[in-house]
């Protein structure tokens, strides 16, 4: 009875061997040598131990909004390319009505200067 779980075994095995295997190697292999830069922390581009109430620039956030929208475009493109022929032709124009829609928001993005980081 118990041979009916090992390939269970041996999956849970092997897959501790690759979360593992690399943290333990690295921690074996590689040379220690901390210094004031590796040790301190990452805060979005800035020094981390300034004045709590610096000005903090709003193109950052516009292009992480703008990453976020196109990124959902990309996560409806893959579903719909994968479904294109069952959906027709109504699907098609739907989804290319879709892609006008944002491609216009682009370019009017472009045309404001969103996009240029100086």
């Given at each position: 009875m118990l041979e009916n779980y090992f390939p269970i075994l041996i999956f849970i095995v092997v897959g501790l061997g690759v979360g593992f295997g690399p943290l333990i190697m690295g921690l074996i292999l590689s040379p220690f040598k901390p210094s004031q830069a590796k040790n301190s922390p990452y805060?979005?581009?800035?020094?981390?131990?300034?004045?709590?109430?610096?000005?903090?620039?709003?193109?950052y956030y516009l292009v992480a909004i703008l990453f976020?929208?196109?990124d959902l475009e990309i996560t409806f493109l893959f579903p719909w390319a994968?479904?294109?022929?069952?959906?027709?032709?109504?699907g098609y124009?739907?989804?290319?009505?879709?892609?006008?829609i944002l491609i216009?928001?682009?370019?009017?993005?472009?045309?404001k200067g969103a996009l240029d980081w100086e």
């Open positions: 805060e979005c581009g800035f020094e981390a131990f300034e004045d709590a109430r610096m000005k903090f620039d709003v193109r976020i929208l196109f994968v479904v294109i022929n069952e959906i027709g032709l109504f124009f739907a989804m290319m009505l879709f892609l006008g216009v928001g682009f370019i009017y993005e472009w045309k």
